[in-house]
């Protein structure tokens, strides 16, 4: 039999959009913080108008003008931790069950947070007169791509210990994400200390996810604890989803000047643009996923898949724009940059302050667009279900805007040069839409790092500290979870209440290391 807005797969389908409201990788966007790249993230990602080594191929592509041909591969090791606190309006924890018998731990966070994330980043210029250089790129947005959060937690029953499915699972389970930005770009002098430059990036992106969704749109009706009346999750329900899709061709494009009006100063401008991630791929669905209590493992009781590229998914990748101004001192008897036309501080400067002001379009994510063919029936156990349509989830960013600072101090010239920075950013997030797998709220970060040079060849080192104030909407949330009926407010595919009440929050710790070789 065919069964329309059926419980199990309607809801475990649209469970894909959920979990891709956050993933879909501040300002720097808000999937993001300052910043990729060695050298870059030292100072806060205080770049962009001293621009001289090979990522500023993605950087700012004018400063490939009077650079020398040279090959540069730095990586980020990110540890990031995201929590979230779920509570009721009046502040107490959120609950599970039949009559809120279940009581969620006060937090809980991505299991891997202690496993650093690799993030690597390859530039290269080939050097074509004074005037012109190219640059070629591969590298990522600077965020972690894979978080993984348990599906039992402990949490109480009747105020005994017992496992609890994880409280965040209708927002997230898993994500593993893989993001390149293979790119070429072109720097000129186009006049005497004016550079100009620009690169095209031709994006890939391979997204996997996984979350849960409730069975029911009124398994939160049952009122909570002691007659509070809050709603509470029934879990008996929920289904997962596992979503796999790709996107091989995501267009970009950074555009880039440079101007040195002085021996002493660099003003620099930078504008990244990026089409929207337009994926194509499958879901696999599994459930009902818990037995009758959690104290038991997850069972999967059915699965099915749909194939030939039959999920949708729109992910909006905001657009976003700097403006540097950098004061340099020219070491005494050292050519300045602006009369040899050459670009390399560690030989020229003493030492160099900067600061850049941020801008990013995060309110250009309103939405996820998650969109299934219409018509389609999977079958789970001996049963064909009808998925829905339209799967699409309210997000709710914001613009971003912020300030680094950054500076290097040139030890020993041409030998060592040490640096550090500071960077802030405002909120980019609604808190009544809070996830789980970025935290785009104020951002604070101090950050540090050196090159040791030896002979042709740079050995770098850096290390930042984010600090997040992180989102609190104080147990009124907005976002629901999504469900495999038509809820009693008339809402298709959705739950009656929210499942994003309360706070989260995040802390980032990136390590560095690259080298560069300049021929």
């Known amino acids: 039999m065919r069964v329309a807005r059926s419980r199990p797969v309607a809801s475990t389908t649209i469970a894909i959009a959920t979990l891709l409201i956050g993933s879909s990788a501040y300002a720097s966007t808000g ?17 962009v108008a001293r621009a ?43 609950t599970a069950g039949a009559g809120g018998a279940y009581v969620y731990p006060e937090e809980v966070c ?13 530039g290269a210029v080939l050097q074509l007169d004074d005037r012109m250089s190219l640059g070629f790129a591969v590298l990522g947005p600077s965020t972690k791509g894979k978080f993984k959060y348990p599906e039992l937690v402990d949490g109480t029953w009747n105020g005994n210990a017992r496992k609890v499915p994880g409280p965040q699972r209708y927002l997230l389970m898993e994500d593993d994400l893989l993001l390149i930005w293979p790119q070429i770009g072109i720097g000129i002098e186009v006049t005497d200390n004016l550079r100009l430059g620009a690169s095209f990036i031709w994006g890939l992106a391979r997204l996997k996810f996984s979350a849960m969704a409730a069975g029911f749109a009124d398994a939160q009706s049952t009122s909570g604890p002691a007659g509070t009346g809050f709603p509470n999750d029934d879990f008996s329900g929920d289904f997962r989803a596992d979503l796999d ?12 000047a440079l101007w040195s009006p002085s021996e002493n100063i660099d003003i620099g401008a930078w504008y990244h643009w990026m089409d929207s ?7 696999t669905i599994f459930g009902p996923v818990y037995g009758d209590n959690p104290q038991n493992p997850p069972q999967q009781q059915g699965s099915t898949s749909t194939t030939g590229d039959s999920v949708e998914m729109v992910a909006p990748w905001p657009m976003q724009a700097r403006l540097g101004f950098r004061y340099h001192q020219p070491r005494d008897g050292a050519a300045p940059d602006f009369a040899t036309g050459s670009r390399d501080p560690m030989a020229f400067d ?12 995060n309110s250009q994510f309103d939405e996820l667009k998650v969109t299934l063919p219409e018509n389609t029936f999977v079958r789970v156990g001996t049963i064909d279900f009808e998925m829905p349509t339209d799967a699409s989830i309210p997000h709710k960013w914001k613009d971003a805007y912020g300030v680094r600072l950054g500076s290097d101090y040139v030890l020993i010239p041409n030998k060592l040069a040490v640096r550090a920075g500071a960077f802030f950013e405002t909120e980019a997030q609604d808190p009544k839409y809070l996830h789980v797998d970025y935290v785009p709220s104020q951002m604070f970060g101090l950050n540090a790092g050196a090159t040791l040079r030896f002979g ?29 009926t038509t809820s009693a407010t008339g809402e298709d595919y959705r739950t009656e209440a929210a499942v994003n009440g309360g706070s989260n929050s995040s802390v980032v710790n990136v390590a560095s290391i690259g080298a560069g070789y300049t021929f």
């Open 110 to 122: 991505n299991e891997n947070s202690g496993t650093p994330f690799p993030n690597p980043q390859l």
């Open 245 to 256: 899709v790709k996107d091989l061709f995501v267009p970009g494009f950074t555009v880039g």
């Open 31 to 47: 999937y993001e913080f300052p910043e990729n790249g060695t050298e870059q993230l030292g100072r806060a990602g205080a770049w």
């Open 350 to 361: 003493v030492f160099d302050i900067e600061v850049d002001l941020t801008w990013a379009n």
């Open 277 to 283: 991630i337009k994926a194509k791929g499958d879901t």
């Open 52 to 94: 001289s080594n090979p990522l500023t191929t993605f950087f700012n592509p004018a400063g490939l003008a009077g650079q020398h041909s040279g090959v540069m591969l730095t990586t980020n090791l990110i540890w990031q931790k995201n929590c979230l606190k779920r509570i009721h309006p009046d502040g107490s924890t959120a």
């Open 456 to 484: 042709a060849l740079d050995v770098m080192v850096g290390y930042g500290h984010v600090f997040f104030k992180g989102l609190d909407n104080g147990g009124d949330g907005m976002t629901k979870g999504l469900a495999g």
